[in-house]
């Protein structure tokens, strides 16, 4: 069985994928009391107690970043992976525990996407892109060949990341930014061509 962390509009997408992929679904875990199912499976608030750390897996179905690393931490349970069976995924690509890829993605030769990142609806990740941990990259989001994306970046709709570039560590990229220089980690960047506008708490 498959359980999902956080009863949320992003796990209705993954409880989606795993369906068309034939897997079982045990449930869903969310602190808030007011949810008690989500496209009829069961929403819990605690660990369900047939759990089998054994047999079962989780994915943590919350969009923020932030957030999936810190329930990641305190999760100690085996992970498992939500692929859309309408992606283009090169054989040679690496695709780490807890990530969730949507319906219409191409991942090419010799990409690597770490643990627990989000690749959503009909993004592009060209050869030999590297994406880190935690990472959400939004949909219809072009990566060109080479291009690193390092743990906690944000990439926003529609964005776009010429090769070769480096993004820093917990930096948001707005919907539509066209970017074309290294951007710093924790830099909060929009426009085309992309510019920072500010920087973020670490």
Excluded at 13 to 18: A, D, G, K, Q
Excluded at 54 to 65: L, P, R, T
Excluded at 88 to 109: D, H, L, R
Aim: hydrophobic fraction near 40%; aromatic fraction near 6%; glycine fraction near 12%.
């Amino acid at each position: 069985m498959i359980y999902l962390y956080g009863a949320s509009g992003h796990a209705k997408v993954i409880i989606e994928i795993l369906e068309l992929g034939k897997k079982k679904i045990g449930g869903l875990i969310d602190e808030n009391s007011a949810i008690s199912s989500i496209m009829e499976y069961a929403v819990y608030e605690k660990m369900p107690d047939n759990f089998n750390n054994e047999s079962d897996s989780f994915i943590v179905s919350v969009g923020g970043n932030a957030i999936r690393k810190k329930l990641v931490a305190q999760l100690n349970v085996p992970f498992d992976t939500a692929i859309h069976p309408s992606v283009n995924i090169s054989k040679s690509a690496k695709i780490g525990e807890g990530t969730v890829i949507m319906g219409g993605v191409s991942v090419n030769a010799d990409a690597k996407i770490g643990k627990h990142s989000i690749i959503n609806t009909n993004c592009s990740v060209d050869h030999d892109c590297v994406i880190g941990d935690f990472v959400h990259i939004s949909p219809n989001v072009a990566l060109e060949g080479d291009v690193t994306v390092e743990e906690g970046v944000h990439i926003g709709i529609g964005a776009c990341v010429i090769q070769g570039i480096k993004i820093g560590k917990w930096a948001t990229i707005g919907a539509g930014t066209v970017v074309i220089k290294d951007i710093p980690a924790f830099a909060v960047v929009v426009g085309n061509p992309g510019e920072i506008i500010k920087y973020q708490e670490e």
